[in-house]
């Protein structure tokens, strides 16, 4: 059996969200609902505990309170295994009155707390990535190879390397430059991450450089030493590229799945991708499953319906209309003649009886509603006969109970279109 005991886990929540507002309004980046009944967070605690890796922190300073209750719901780890999933929010101390500053600087203001449990291995992940990896693998390799500092990289054409922190190696392996969001004239200059003749890893033309995935293994005594003398806030920009010659920094590549979720446009997209059957990436695996909050719902119920390409969760009511490349989330209620067409719908919170107060629209989507790329966050209500297809094709807008963003019509979660609004 593999051995991660040894291994404590540190989920980063991330800063304020602002590129995936409004999901972020009310909420924490990990916990946004994604793929009809899973959070975010679910995807990394879910590879921890597939991996034995049983010490889970989150790091947490916006909106934390929905984070709080689906971790305290979902997560109720063996008592007499030692094991938790733990949230800490940033807080302010007589020695530091500040919030978290970047992600090396929030793992830096929580050590006092994750330090305090035995550990020979730090593994540090982001709480808004799509993927899925084999942490145990990672952290095994980490060991094999020696290494101080192991880095998850994925190969990137030139294109996606402007937005992210490439790495340049030598014939070996190591990492010996990393330079974050790197224009294109200077990724010209560079050419490629491996050098030529390299055999430690296969590469390709169309996928030249070698980009970080924010996801690290530290050797715990080198982590706790760069936070005390480093003065960085990130660890992309100040303490990676620091420990380059002072630590054995290693790759370790990846060549799954792999979204970064942190914006509407690609949050948008992974959904979207999941209703597909050749999609690259499931929820659903036999050995490895993504974990959520149980809620023993009923089967969906789907008179005169017609699905097609689209993924529905559990306890909908989906009465004569027709859904199209879309996702659907738990509890949603759609009503006669409408029609959704590349479009996610976050689903609802509980089921609304009687009649909706101050006559607002009922839960869900009311009769001959229609949309076309469009995000319907949770306990939204919309009004019968609203189209909602971005008719302007706007890039950016704010409008009455609705906000446009890359192109996507989103409405918040609670949020009302009135009977026949066209957008």
């Known amino acids: 059996m593999r051995q991660t005991s040894d291994t404590v886990a ?136 020696g290494a101080e500092i192991t880095i998850c990289s994925q190969p990137v054409d030139i294109e996606t390397a402007t937005q992210m922190g490439i790495f340049r190696f030598d014939e070996e392996g190591n990492i010996i430059a990393f330079e974050e969001k790197p224009k294109p004239a200077r990724l010209e200059q560079i050419g490629r991450s491996i050098p030529p003749g390299s055999s430690f890893a296969e590469h390709s033309d169309a996928t030249p450089f070698m980009a970080s995935m924010g996801v690290y293994v530290f050797t715990r005594r080198v982590l706790l030493d760069m936070l005390e003398h480093e003065a960085g806030h990130d660890f992309g920009r100040s303490l990676i590229p620091s420990a380059l010659g002072r630590y054995k920094v290693r790759p370790y590549l990846f060549r799954g799945y792999w979204a970064d979720v942190g914006t509407i446009e690609s949050f948008y997209q992974a959904n979207i991708m999941l209703g597909r059957l050749d999609a690259p990436f499931h929820f659903w695996d036999r050995e490895r499953p993504i974990y959520t909050h149980l ?42 003649g409408s029609r959704i067409a590349r479009s996610v719908l976050l689903g609802a919170d509980f089921y609304e009886y009687g009649l909706p107060p101050d006559h607002s629209p009922g839960l869900g989507l009311g009769r001959n509603v229609v949309l076309d790329r469009v995000i319907i966050d949770k306990n939204a209500r919309i009004g019968d006969h609203a189209r909602l297809v971005n008719e302007q094709n706007l890039e950016s807008a704010d409008g009455d109970g609705y906000y446009i963003r890359g192109g996507i019509i989103v409405v918040p979660k609670g949020g009302i279109i009135r009977p026949g609004t066209v957008v």
């Open 295 to 336: 809620r023993h719902l009923p089967g969906s119920l789907m008179p005169e319906a017609r699905i097609r390409d689209s993924l529905v969760s559990e306890g909908c009511y989906l009465a004569g209309c027709e859904v199209d490349g879309s996702i659907v989330g738990v509890r949603m209620c759609v009503r006669e």
């Open 10 to 145: 540190i989920i980063l929540g991330g800063g304020q969200g602002s590129r995936l507002f409004p999901l972020t309004a009310t909420r924490s980046k990990p916990a946004v609902p994604i793929g009809g009944k899973y959070r975010l967070i679910d995807i990394p605690i879910s590879g921890c505990l597939h991996a034995d890796i049983r010490r889970i922190f989150v790091l947490t300073q916006f909106n934390s309170a929905s984070l709080n209750r689906h971790i305290s719901g979902t997560y109720r780890l063996d008592r007499f295994s030692g094991g938790f999933v733990e949230i800490l929010a940033a807080e302010q101390t007589p020695d530091n009155p500040n919030w978290y500053q970047g992600t090396a600087d929030a793992v830096r203001k929580a050590a006092r707390h994750f330090s305090q449990h035995s550990a020979e291995y730090d593994l540090i992940l982001a709480g808004d990535h799509l993927y899925r990896m084999d942490y145990a693998e990672l952290v095994s390799e980490h060991k094999r190879s």
